[in-house]
């Protein structure tokens, strides 16, 4: 309610978790309150620890999303669904307040499975995911799919958005970044891995949805690959360094059909730095605005034709 422009978007909401009707209800009350701003990524889960509620969901949770996400998409529009009360007579319901947008913005997901992202273009859902578990390459190809998909249901192929996440901290110095991030980010690290280990522990999947058998970590080898995932996202799955530097990323990603990049700012332990990033942030967003875009091909044209003489 404080702001004006931000889309106040959920990433991710674990539906299986939850009745669609109270997912329905509670994100128009945000809707109304944003003044028609709310938007909602969908996760299937993958911590069987997180399936207290409804253990019997774990198996069947990509199908229950999917249900879900439908049955949310008719509530949003104002169209009734029939449930069964204690006494198992059908009774109507409906989700007040109602929303101020017509439809609800879907995204979809997706840890790295490429099934994820053919089922999310088939619904006309949005995508959302990340670098863990994949590169640049191995991302592009999963987007090709899921602009096939699309198509393949006669929705455009070149509607949907693709929104990768990435750990965002940038500043004038790159060295000074790196000091910066490296201590908190490695510790993000480190309680990531803790809870991939306590889902194996438990029986299910990680993240991602793979499955592996609990075994232990020595600390020493532990320390070494943080030391070394820290690396490699430094240098090419994070926006962690200078404006001009992330460029090159950035250029790549577009190239590749990701639409729009999800900053994920949390992993700083200092509110402040975290914040004063954001002009920097800023400023390599500016950088890629159609109108600068535009500019940089011009200059780009320009510098050839000169080359070859006029």
């Known amino acids: 309610m404080a702001t004006r422009n ?5 990433g991710s909401l674990i539906s299986p978790l939850h009745n669609p009707v109270r997912i329905a209800e509670e994100w128009a009350m945000v809707d109304n309150l944003s003044g028609g701003r709310a938007a909602v990524s969908f996760g299937s889960g993958w911590n069987a620890n997180d399936f207290y509620f409804f253990p019997e969901r774990y198996a069947t949770r990509q199908a229950t999303m999917y249900e879900q996400i439908e049955a949310v998409r008719k509530l949003w529009r104002g169209e009734p669904l029939t449930f069964e009360n204690s006494f198992g007579k059908e009774v109507s319901v409906t989700i007040y307040p109602k929303p101020l947008q017509a439809e609800l913005p879907v995204w979809v997901t997706s840890s790295g499975n490429a099934e994820t992202f053919a089922s999310a273009g088939a619904v006309g859902a949005n995508v959302l995911t990340h670098l863990i578990g994949q590169d640049i390459q191995t991302l592009a190809l999963k987007i090709r799919r899921y602009r096939e998909a699309r198509e393949e ?10 929104s990768l996440m990435l750990h965002t901290f940038l500043g004038a110095d790159e060295g000074e970044v790196r000091e910066k991030v ?8 480190r309680s990531a891995i803790s809870l991939e280990e306590k889902a194996a522990l438990g029986g299910g999947a990680i993240s991602g949805g793979h499955t592996i058998d609990p075994h232990h970590i020595p600390d020493r080898l532990r320390e070494e690959l943080l030391d070394l995932t820290f690396e490699r996202y430094f240098r090419t799955a994070a926006l962690m360094g200078t404006p001009s530097g992330c460029k090159e990323l950035v250029w790549e990603l577009k190239g590749v059909g990701v639409d729009e990049v999800a900053c994920l700012i949390d992993f700083i332990d200092d509110e402040r730095a975290a914040f004063d990033s954001l002009e920097y942030l800023d400023e390599l967003r500016e950088s890629f605005s159609d109108e600068a875009v535009r500019r940089g091909c011009a200059e780009t044209v320009s510098a050839f034709t000169d080359d070859l003489g006029g």
Do not use: N, S, T
């Open 182 to 189: 490296r201590q908190p980010f490695r510790e993000y690290l």
């Open 6 to 10: 931000l889309q106040i978007r959920a």
């Open 153 to 162: 249901k006669g929705l455009d192929p070149r509607g949907g958005k693709v």
